[in-house]
């Protein structure tokens, strides 16, 4: 809660710190059919050897016989995420020791497996405050150890790909106050009401450390290391003003945050959009989810990198190819540009040479004379040259609409929406290096399109889908290369195809219960083929031309969409 995020909505974080509030009507619990939680399984790994005296190697043939939910309760486990969660488990096992070793020749006493998280709570009062509460409690998360004399605390924080080297301030501050004045105290159901007394303040630590660790990598991090009195000091200046804003903003703001949010019903900022492309119910009822069109492109290709890379968000950490990196820098550049007042066409600025290129973007020679040919040719296209200083101009605006009979939440984050002469106009920009695949249409060859036209024509923009157009701006290097592409989201035959192009990719994802692997070229670039065995047994038995890894990380070269 303390944690900074621009795109959360303030109403969404107001209601989400009071767990005892409940929406109205109440939302009932619905089951996953699979784990959606990449932290679940290890935690529970994690448990077994730190608190129930197995060895490594016994959770390790426990991870490898689990077919279903691990230990027996929970959702099933995707196999590749037990194979993730096993890696994961022998880097975590070694990192801890490597510290542990380090901490002793500093003069450090041991820490061990602390079983219940700490907690800060105040006694409950009989009034209210400004605010509304009658009672406070702080509590983290991670991996907790503390020293046998009660002098030390160490708290170890996983993410999933390498350790980060920081956090934000505010959220530091908050983990350091609970660790430093925190008691360990027994887990609660959910929703159900905290004891009335405040937590016991005896006993307290002299010193609090605060880790981060690498999961893909094995590589951990020091956050933090200090006394009772900064932490104190911290939270005062850090996550006190932080903890008040989220507990006090008001407005809306709808995006990802509409997935988990108590206030949907009453929330009258997010556009509803019914049977937006006549979809069934799903077939096992499930708790609310957001779709997008990347979501329903990755999917398509195999379910079980969608559920891996989209849901979980594994993430080997494997080098992103050279038109992947391309196709980001191209678009950075783009929307530094496009971002900027007043507003500006790109015709009217000097354009970057190679020098200036490389050095905002790091790229290699080859690929920075291709994205400087990119570059080039939008400024022929640029849809900003001429534009009146009164038009709108929206660089990555996320789009929302929410489909009440399927219970989804629909994103969408166009790489430009401006007007022009009242037509509001969504325009998304594709780098390639070969021309146009025409066999297909537009709008089935790029999904965002057809979505595009959808929620234009459901009014989730509020605007006439007489009056506005979706465009496909396709980059390439070479001279008069590159072509625009207009779509009419009024037309109704655009609107059916665009409807049909949705239905069926969108009814078998919201109908999937097992995302199992579906091999293909796909999966050279997959982030999370290390632990999928068809995936690597594919790439082994067919290496891409030339003997060069492909690398087109699901979700960083698709501009519609940037809800990862």
């Not at 990347?294 to 992103?320: F, I, K, M, S, T």
């Not at 655009?494 to 097992?514: G, K, M, N, S």
């Amino acid at each position: 809660m303390a944690r900074p995020d621009a795109a959360a909505c303030p109403t969404h974080q107001r209601t989400a710190m009071r767990p005892l509030l409940v929406a109205d009507p109440p939302v009932p619990y619905r089951p996953s059919p699979r784990e959606e939680f990449a932290f679940g399984p290890l935690f529970t790994a994690l448990d077994l050897w730190e608190h129930s005296g197995w060895s490594l190697e016994q959770v390790r043939e426990e991870l490898r016989g689990t077919r279903g939910p691990f230990q027996g309760w929970g959702a099933p486990v995707h196999p590749a995420l037990l194979a993730w969660t096993a890696h994961a488990l022998e880097r975590y096992a070694a990192a801890r020791a490597l510290e542990q070793t380090a901490a002793n020749a500093a003069g450090l006493p041991p820490t061990a497996p602390v079983k219940q998280q700490w907690t800060v709570r105040t006694d409950r009062r009989d009034v209210a405050d400004a605010r509304g509460a009658r009672q406070y409690e702080h509590t983290v998360w991670g991996r907790a150890y503390a020293s046998a004399d009660g002098s030390v605390r160490d708290l170890w924080i996983p993410s999933l790909g390498h350790a980060k080297e920081s956090r934000p301030a505010a959220e530091l501050a908050a983990v350091a106050h609970v660790m430093a004045y925190g008691a360990p105290t027994p887990r609660r159901k959910a929703r159900s009401e905290p004891p009335p007394t405040a937590t016991d303040n005896t006993g307290l630590p002299d010193l609090v450390r605060v880790f981060d660790f690498g999961c893909a990598d094995g590589s951990h991090f020091p956050l933090l290391t200090e006394g009772r009195a900064q932490a104190q000091e911290r939270f005062r200046t850090d996550a006190a003003p932080a903890f008040q804003a989220a507990a006090t903003g008001g407005g809306t703001r709808p995006g990802e945050s509409c997935v988990g949010c108590k206030a949907i019903a009453g929330c009258a900022d997010l556009k509803r959009t019914p049977e937006l492309w006549g979809g069934k119910p799903q077939t096992v009822a499930r708790q609310r989810r957001s779709v997008s069109a990347w979501d329903l492109r990755l999917h398509g290709e195999c379910p079980a990198q969608y559920h891996l890379v989209r849901q979980l968000h594994l993430n080997d950490l494997a080098e992103e190819g050279r038109g992947a990196l391309r196709g980001r820098a191209v678009d950075a550049l783009l929307n530094e540009r496009h971002g900027e007042r007043p507003v500006r066409g790109c015709r009217e600025r000097q354009p970057l040479d190679a020098a200036g290129i490389r050095a905002k973007t790091g790229l290699d020679d080859e690929s920075t004379r291709e994205a400087a040919g990119m570059l080039g040719e939008h400024r022929l296209l640029c849809p900003l040259d001429g534009l009146a200083p009164d038009e709108q101009v929206r660089v990555q605006h996320r789009v929302t609409a929410y489909i009440p009979e399927l219970d989804i939440i629909v994103l969408a984050v166009p790489d430009l929406v401006y007007t022009q002469r009242g037509r509001w106009i969504w325009r998304e920009t594709k780098t390639a290096a070969g021309p146009l695949w025409e066999r297909d249409s537009l709008l089935r060859s790029y999904p965002q399109l057809a979505l595009g036209v959808l929620l234009f024509h459901a009014g989730a923009l509020g605007s006439d889908p007489r009056r506005s157009w979706v465009e496909l701006e396709h980059l390439r290097a070479g001279h008069r290369e590159s072509r625009l592409e207009r779509i009419d989201p009024g037309h109704a035959k655009t609107v059916d195809e665009a409807r049909a192009v949705i239905a069926e990719l969108a009814q078998p994802l919201l109908d999937d219960t097992t995302y199992e692997p579906r091999t293909g070229r796909h999966c050279h670039g997959c982030q999370a083929k290390t632990w999928c065995r068809p995936g690597t047994a594919y790439v082994a038995d067919h290496p891409p031309p030339g003997g060069s890894a492909l690398r087109a990380r699901a979700g960083a070269t698709d501009r519609g969409d940037a809800h990862a």
